[in-house]
């Protein structure tokens, strides 16, 4: 038979901590831990990480064939740093850099020659 056992719980918002607490009959104590994560908090964020990802990438895509990064407007051929449809001043390379080094115009020209 086990002694007395003492517990301590914490609890907010489906988050948990536990501690129990149990005397042994040889005189000696165990002690139990318990972290508890609600399923909602779990589901968030194996959620949240592919849609970052998604982001991300349809960002980094833009930036490199030279759209701009709101709404996704081709800049080919502007003279002013910012998009005419949504307003969005551009911080980075012109344009002509960027259409320069594109991979498809360099595709392009290799198979011209």
């Known amino acids: 038979m086990s002694?007395?056992?003492k517990s301590v719980e914490k609890f907010?918002?489906?988050?948990?901590f536990q501690i129990r607490i149990r005397d042994t009959p040889q005189g000696r104590s165990s002690r139990m831990?318990?972290?508890i994560l609600p399923m909602w908090f779990?589901?968030?964020m194996?959620?949240?990480?592919?849609?970052?990802?998604?982001?991300?990438?349809?960002?980094?895509r833009r930036r490199r064939h030279g759209f701009c990064l709101k709404c996704g407007y081709n800049r080919t051929?502007?003279?002013?740093p910012r998009c005419p449809e949504c307003g969005t001043p551009f911080g980075?390379?012109?344009t002509d850099e960027i259409h320069k080094a594109s991979p498809r115009q360099t595709i392009r020209e290799m198979t011209d020659l």
């Open 92 to 94: 980075d390379r012109s």
């Open 46 to 60: 194996l959620v949240a990480y592919p849609i970052v990802a998604l982001v991300r990438e349809t960002r980094r």
């Open 33 to 35: 831990h318990r972290f």
């Open 3 to 5: 002694g007395p056992t």
């Open 42 to 44: 779990t589901s968030l």
């Open 77 to 80: 051929g502007l003279f002013e």
């Open 12 to 16: 907010f918002l489906g988050f948990g």
